[in-house]
């Protein structure tokens, strides 16, 4: 039996309302599942968009977006949701964290709305909190000081650690990661890195990594270049 | 439900602004409720100022200003009526009792009224409360005279002691009765009612005083001492009204009709039930006005709910990114933020209630002894229930508008991240 691929786009054309003009056109992408894909672009590029699309937020104008197997933009809106959550986790730029939340509320926040994930998250025997602790330990924020701070009292890096141990929680199969190192100084980014790689290998987890930072680029496998696969004509900027 | 308790911690979070939010919900809820109960229970009082009377007849006038004078003791009769029409009536054969009043003197500001022991034993007030004495008994005598409750009890008057009545209403009456004193001999229990701020002597001592006057002057030459007043007939020739008990409730309009077609005298008998609801309807203008406002207060609430949270939702924009990216739907969106306001008004209804029972609590004894209003402390009537179910939904559709500006954002902005 073939391998499911993890993302398949066949055809994809968005635009963000009617009247404005197309943001992407990409006649076919392809990623396997397991694989660490690096995705650059200039600014306003429509790299964030290309996310979206795949998570199944914004729908596409036309064409199709495959995940894992499914057409999540022929499901209805409540499925879409649904698959988002027990399938996908995310990890943003900055101020990734529910500020009213604590780190380890925060941590376990996707399994309030998957119960695939919740599942996944204490299969193993483990209680929420344990799961949500071993992943904090593997990046290294399990001190129980830190723990119990509230999120806003932490340092960027941490924020970045604590949103990718959400990311992670309850083994989703892909992690999609938007600029999440671009707040980092160098060090720390190679350490963050380093980190998420080992976390993916560990879930089997495919990572789509959005970034400017072409330093980063030779730490991946696989590279998409989104202003050459898109087909919509050049803007000026 | 999860979604709620993310509502709760995320106000958790803001609780400066939520006191305040709920602080202004409580204290508007409880100045409604407060109000409400102030209004129910001044209509049932006032509904209760008489009772088990089946009509009262003074002279012809409006059927507001005999009922104001004879059971309020405000404003006076133009026009007295004769012992005579009085006896026919209290002679009548379908009439069971009757209790004659003799208005227009007064002691220290409060009113005398003049009557006989049948007062005491047929005047029902409240739900046919008959009236009980504190101390002492009825009057036998002519000089004697039993206080209401407020009247004792602000004029700290004891059982025995001698007072002087004075000629007129007015506070400040100069002409007094006071070669005929009286003596007091009975205090009535409090009723919450006009009587507790009536002296009652009786008809004989109204007629003693009066009898070596005329023209509301003592004529020197006539003066009589009291004593020498007693060997006179005593009988009155004028009362101002009187009540009356039927022997049947059917025959009320019957007796009404023979009353108001009197040929010898123009009378006028009314129901006291039908002209204190004509009486409650003239002031419930100013009642309606009260409980606009009331309810414009809780409005001003809800209002200042609605701003609050209007005004925090583009910030939270983000966070609504973060909750989409974690698979909420817009609709978890919607309920998360309408949750929010929809815990405050619940949490500041219940705060309000228990401010109103504070609030009871503390001011029963007060109104009580001032106002001679029992309130009493019970749990919330069906109308007061209806009153918070109201305020909860206003809450909930107030907290739709933010809501559905969140669930907007939401699906405009997807898992886009603004600043
Ligand atoms: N919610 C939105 N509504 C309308 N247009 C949008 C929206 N979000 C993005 N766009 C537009 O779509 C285009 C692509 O934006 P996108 O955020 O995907 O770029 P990006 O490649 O992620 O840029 P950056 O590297 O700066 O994050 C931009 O022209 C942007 O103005
Ligand atoms: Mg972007």
Known sequence: ?237 | MAILSLAFKSLLNRRFTATLILVSIALSVSLLLGVERLRVESRNSFANTISGTDLVVGARSGAINLLLYSVFRIGDATNNISWKSYRKFADHSLVKWTIPISLGDSHLGYRVMGTNQDYFLHYKYARKRSLAFDQGQPFEQVYQAVLGHEVAEMLNYRIGQKIVIAHGAGKTSFAMHDDKPFEVVGILEPTGTPVDRTVHVPLEGIEAIHSDWIAGRQVPGLKLSAEDTLKKNLTPKQITAFMVGLKSKLATFRVQREINDYRKEPLLAILPGVALQQLWDLMSVAENALLVVTILVVAVGLIGMLTVMLAGLNERRREMAILRSVGARPGHILLLVTGESLLLSLVGMALGLLLLYLGLFMAQPFIEANYGLHIPIDFPSLREWMILGLVGTSGLIIGLIPGFRAYRYSLSDGMSIRL
């Open chain 1, 1 to 237: 039996m073939p391998q499911i691929n993890a993302i398949e786009v066949d055809n994809l054309r968005f635009a963000w309302r009617r009247e404005l003009p197309e943001v992407l056109h990409i006649p076919q992408l392809e990623v396997a599942r397991g694989e660490r894909i690096f995705i650059r672009g200039a600014s306003g590029s429509g790299k964030s968009t290309l996310l979206a699309l795949m998570a199944g937020v914004n729908l596409p104008t036309s064409g199709e977006v495959k995940i894992l197997g499914e057409t999540i933009n022929r499901l209805g809106s409540a499925k879409r949701d649904h698959f988002r959550s027990d399938h996908i986790g995310f990890v943003f730029q900055l101020f990734n964290l529910i500020p009213y939340l604590s780190v380890l509320e925060n941590v376990t926040l996707p399994c309030r709305f998957s119960h695939l994930r919740k599942h996944k998250a204490t299969e193993s025997g483990n209680s929420l909190h344990d799961e949500a602790m071993r992943l904090l330990g593997h990046l290294d924020m399990a001190h129980t000081d830190l723990v119990h701070r509230p999120v806003t009292e932490l340092s960027v890096g941490q924020q970045q650690r604590v949103a990718t141990a959400r990311a992670l929680i309850g083994a989703p199969e892909i992690i999609i990661a938007d600029e999440p190192t671009s707040a980092l100084d160098s060090d720390m980014r190679q350490a963050f890195l380093r980190l998420l790689f080992q976390e993916c290998e560990e879930t089997g987890s495919t990572l789509l990594f959005v970034s400017h930072d072409r330093q980063l680029e030779p730490l991946f496998e696989h590279h998409i270049a989104l202003d050459e696969i898109n087909q919509t004509p050049v803007r000026s900027v």
